[in-house]
């Protein structure tokens, strides 16, 4: 290829490349005011808890989950459809796909593949502190955050909204719906990479990461094959909703203190089951990837290679300062000691 060709392929890719680019930083700046928010709503519910000590424990427990709901879902996800300038319909983006029930079936391996990843996840935090021994950083970061069970009655319903309800709508919309658009047309394969990764860094720790991040490539590669957000959303409720079920048996427990054996032994079959399904899930995953392969990734822009792609992604000012909030988890209460 002469240098007159090589200028004028450089030219042709500088919109797309520029284009790219803004929407790396525009990604970056989504998940840097959520991060911001998740922070002042946890300052918010320590502010409120601090000055309502006479409050009605269920009211204060209702406060604090509008105040997630707004800061940690709402404001940021306006914020997201705005700077993206996101008018995609909802008829269009919730439409139902003609096999409902065969990407419904897809449940047990997309399940298999997150929790999987969160038992190897478990297996390398154990092996990590046996070598290692006793508590070490690697260990705590790894480490398993789970919702807290609760013995009060009307927060434990809202536990389970939150998780059920309002997380699976929002998080689908936001990373399935605005953020894989926003990076479909730089390549398919690259949309459900990158937006399943936002996706983790979401969940906030690095045991969160790996599992949330295998989770979204399952329900990325769905909201491609089906062209909806309808399937996947759904998938995602089944699957918080077995987290919901454990969280809610293990709050009638501590409501009961251990003592109705009748639920002690549910709650213990359940778990059971869980874990068969974890094991199933794993089976069904590896039988379908031979079918995976036959959806082929669309790829318009293949002027850059994919790995380009990602470095751009990377060297991002905005996703390199969501990286750091991701990854620090104090990092917004540091920053806020030394404003103080």
Known sequence: MNSVE???QEEAQKPELRGYKTVCAKLGLSMCAYFIFR?????????????SDNMNGSLLGLLNYFIVIIMVYIIPLIFTVVIFKYKTPLRVLYKKPRRVVRYLGTFPAAYGLGYGVALLTLLATFLLSKI???????????????VEATTNITELIMMMILLVVVAPIFEEYWVRGVMFDALAPYGTGIAILLSSLLFGLMHGTLYMLFYTFAFGLA???IRYASGSLFVVTILHALVNSVSATILFLQSLS??????????????????????????????????????????KFENPWTEISPWKKIGIFAVSIPIIIMAVLAFNEL??????DLLK
């Open 331 to 336: 990092s917004g209460f540091l920053l806020f």
């Open 219 to 221: 329900l990325g590669y």
């Open 6 to 8: 090589t200028i004028k």
């Open 39 to 51: 922070f002042l709503a946890t300052l918010a519910s320590a502010g409120l808890s601090s000055i």
């Open 254 to 295: 501590d409501i009961t203190k251990g003592q109705n054996r009748v639920l002690n032994t549910v709650e213990m079959i359940y778990i059971v089951i869980v874990l068969v399904l974890v094991l199933v899930g794993v089976i069904a995953f590896f039988a379908r990837i031979p079918k995976m392969r036959k959806y």
């Open 132 to 146: 290692f021994g006793g508590e070490t950083y690697i260990e705590q970061i790894l480490r398993p955050t789970t």
